[in-house]
Structures are given as structure tokens and as C-alpha cells.
């Protein structure tokens, strides 16, 4: 079994800042790609930023500047920083991870339960 779960969510104010955090744990072999999507109410789900296992990251244009995602690879974590929120950054922020269960099995993409973020005054 391979849960990711995230915290960090929350209200803020425009121009503020919010950190999530997203940690797999479970039974597996290794974790690849891991990254952050979210979905405003009434849109899409938008890719965010994904990071790959040695750290190669990328941004979506509207986050770029603002937002840097990282990972801890012994914690089996990933961050997303989040500064100067605007309040079209309102959504639920899902994290993702491409796990591989076992040596030479298959990868499978594991989500997270998903977080709020706010931004209002």
C-alpha cells in the first residue's frame, strides 16, 4: 500500500506565502517524477510543477517567479513554496508521485488526498 499525504493548505492574503508539503509512505521500490497539480473551482486540473528524481524541475507560466518545488529524497517528500499568492491561485493542490512497487515492476502514478489553498483577504 502507497499513500501520499499532504499538508501546508490554508487561507492567506494576497502577496503572502504558503509552503505545502506531500510525503509517500508504503511499501516500494523507488520513487521517480513527483510533482504538484491543482484545480480552481469550474477548471481544469493544471500541472503545477513536476521535479524528477535527480531534480530537474519546471513551471507552469503562470506560477513561474513565485513558486519553487523541491524534494527531499530520503524523506520521500516534495515541497511546493509558494510566495506572492494571488487569488487566482485558489485551488486544491494535488501532489503526485510515479512510484515503482518493485525491482524491474511497473511505475504507477499515486495521488495525493489533495489541499486547499485560499488566497483572500
Known amino acids: 500500500q502507497v499513500q501520499l499525504v499532504e499538508s501546508g493548505g490554508g487561507l492567506v492574503q494576497p502577496g503572502g506565502s504558503l509552503r505545502l508539503s506531500c510525503a509517500a509512505s508504503?511499501?516500494?521500490?523507488?520513487?521517480?517524477?513527483m510533482g504538484w497539480y491543482r484545480q480552481a473551482p469550474g477548471k481544469q486540473r493544471e500541472l503545477v510543477a513536476p521535479?524528477?528524481?535527480?531534480?530537474?524541475?519546471n513551471y507552469a507560466d503562470s506560477v513561474k517567479g513565485r513558486f519553487s518545488i523541491s524534494r527531499d529524497n530520503a524523506k520521500n517528500t516534495v515541497y511546493l513554496q509558494m510566495t506572492s499568492l494571488k487569488p487566482e491561485d485558489t485551488a486544491v493542490y494535488y501532489c503526485?508521485?510515479?512510484?515503482?512497487?518493485?525491482?524491474?515492476?511497473?511505475?504507477?502514478?499515486?495521488w495525493g488526498q489533495g489541499t486547499l489553498v485560499t488566497v483572500s483577504e
Open positions: 503526485y508521485a510515479e512510484i515503482q512497487r518493485a525491482t524491474a515492476g511497473p511505475h504507477f502514478q499515486y
Open positions: 508504503g511499501s516500494f521500490f523507488s520513487i521517480y517524477a
Open positions: 521535479i524528477t528524481s535527480p531534480g530537474t524541475t
